[in-house]
């Protein structure tokens, strides 16, 4: 028997999902597996159930489309036609072409440049009380991106790519209110785009005139290989998704994880003690996955508790049932994977950090059906090889030469842009060892 989407229980008076997201996510937590919500005065149904939101990840792009956070963000919000948010026939073929360097080999092919990078910005840190773990680690992880994506000739042109991340999460967080704002109407937004793209461009020619070891020239030299060789626009689309897909949301994980580590001092320590017997190897970039699991196990945790990329969404295109509900065509759907990932009925003492929430190999079918940091279904995240392998290997190299120590132990407050992050960071000591 079907339902139509009348049935479905609505709840007029909800926050909104992006501005207030702990208020929303506090209330929608108690609202049974779904039920209809208004977004900016328009219907919208929200998913609890994490069978329904694999449903909805897994739905062909004939029944979904993109949704309406980030629908107006494609060209006014300076992402143009990239990845993320194509639903088209041409996504295959760029799915295609930056698959293959992203990969899990195509990752450990990076792992000395990236080893590199992350060494040397962590020798590059001073012992403070004033440890600030998300410019740190966005710092960090910014420099490891642009050391494989761009070969290091990012780094003069770090404030550009700061300055448009200011301005285009500002932007989100105001679209994803009011559909009708229009980002480049703003000075500071249109200069920062504009920096940005002279970047972008100026880097694509160098790499298709001449190019080197880097993820860009793969990526370049694949587009333009094919039947549907890529053009500069193109390509520039795909690049400023992977900076934005790929470095905020990897540096917030790492600066979770800072947090978590500086208040849990038995794992650091145990972390540390499996880094002793690789400490300054040349090849520890090849060798921390089988010496220091516990690297890895941080981050799968990490992502639990804050799965950065929380907030999913999807418009239906083509009428699209959904455990025996007809939706309708255009009804937008939402879902935020941090429910799932603290149901306590799935999750013992969700709230609180361990690694035996999400042991390596060993999770119940309950928990591998409720953990979705990465999304699933076509549009998964296809940079997880990098971000897995890179977050792991910096957690080692951290623990290799640092210590973080908590200065109070207050539960962080969480706030939402694109991205969930804590208002405010706390305040680390950084100690050397
Ligand atoms: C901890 C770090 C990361 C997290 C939590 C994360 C999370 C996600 C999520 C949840 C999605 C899917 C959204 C959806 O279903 O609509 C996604 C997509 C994507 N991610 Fe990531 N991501 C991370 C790191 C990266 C990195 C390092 C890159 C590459 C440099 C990357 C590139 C992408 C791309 C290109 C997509 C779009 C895929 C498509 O639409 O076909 N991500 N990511």
């Known amino acids: 028997m079907t ?18 997201w702990s208020n929303f996510i506090a209330r929608a937590s108690a609202c049974g597996p779904m039920f209809r919500f208004l977004l900016n005065g328009e219907e919208a149904l929200w998913l609890n159930d994490p069978t329904l939101m694999r449903m909805l990840l897994k739905a ?25 948010v194509n639903y088209s026939d041409s996504w295959r073929p760029r ?41 740190m680690m966005t710092d960090l992880i910014l420099d490891a991106l642009g050391t494989t994506l761009f070969s290091g000739d990012h780094r003069e042109f770090i404030d550009v790519i700061h300055a448009f991340d200011v301005e285009r999460n500002a932007a989100f967080v105001k679209i994803s209110q009011d559909p009708a704002y229009i980002p480049s109407e703003r000075k500071e937004f249109a200069q920062a785009l504009g920096a940005l793209d002279a970047f972008i461009y100026s880097m694509i020619s160098t790499r298709r005139a001449a190019p ?28 400023v998704g992977l900076i934005y897909a790929g470095h905020k949301t990897t540096a917030n994980t790492l600066a979770f994880a800072s947090c978590i580590l500086a208040t849990h001092p038995d794992i650091q320590e145990t972390l540390a003690a499996q880094v002793a017997a690789i400490a300054g190897a040349p090849d520890f970039h090849e060798r921390w996955e089988e010496v220091v699991p516990l690297a890895s196990e941080i981050v799968t945790e990490t992502l639990r508790l804050y799965p950065v990329g929380d907030l999913i969404d999807r418009t239906v295109v083509g009428t699209f049932e959904m455990n025996g509900v007809v939706l309708p065509e255009g009804l937008p759907v939402l879902f935020s994977t941090f429910i799932p990932h603290h149901n306590p009925e799935v999750f013992e003492a969700p709230e609180e950090f361990s690694t035996s929430h999400c042991p390596a190999g060993r999770m119940t079918a309950k928990q591998k059906d409720s953990y979705l940091p990465f ?16 977050a792991g290997l910096a957690l080692a190299l951290l623990a290799e030469r640092w210590t973080l120590v908590s200065q109070d132990e207050k539960t962080l407050s969480l706030s939402h842009d694109p991205l969930l992050y804590a208002k405010p960071w706390p305040k680390l000591s950084l100690v050397a060892r």
Request: proline fraction near 9%; include cysteine; hydrophobic fraction near 35%.
């Open 375 to 390: 999304s699933t279904g076509p549009k998964v995240c296809l940079g997880i090889h990098l971000a897995t392998y890179e």
């Open 95 to 135: 799915h295609h072409v930056l698959q293959r360097p992203l990969s899990h080999r195509g990752v450990r092919e990076l792992g000395p440049l990236l080893h590199e990078s992350l060494r040397t910005s962590l020798a590059s840190w001073n012992a403070t009380d004033n440890f600030d773990p998300e410019t």
């Open 212 to 239: 080197r070891e880097d993820l860009l020239s793969r990526i370049v030299t694949s587009a333009l290989q094919g039947d549907e060789p890529m053009s500069d626009q193109e390509l520039r689309d795909e690049v």
């Open 3 to 20: 339902q139509t989407i009348e049935e479905v229980p609505l709840i007029p008076d909800m926050p909104h999902p992006v501005a207030e």
């Open 60 to 84: 062909p792009f004939s029944e979904v489309g993109v949704g309406p956070l980030i629908k107006g963000f494609e060209s006014a919000g300076g992402l143009g036609f990239a990845i993320t």
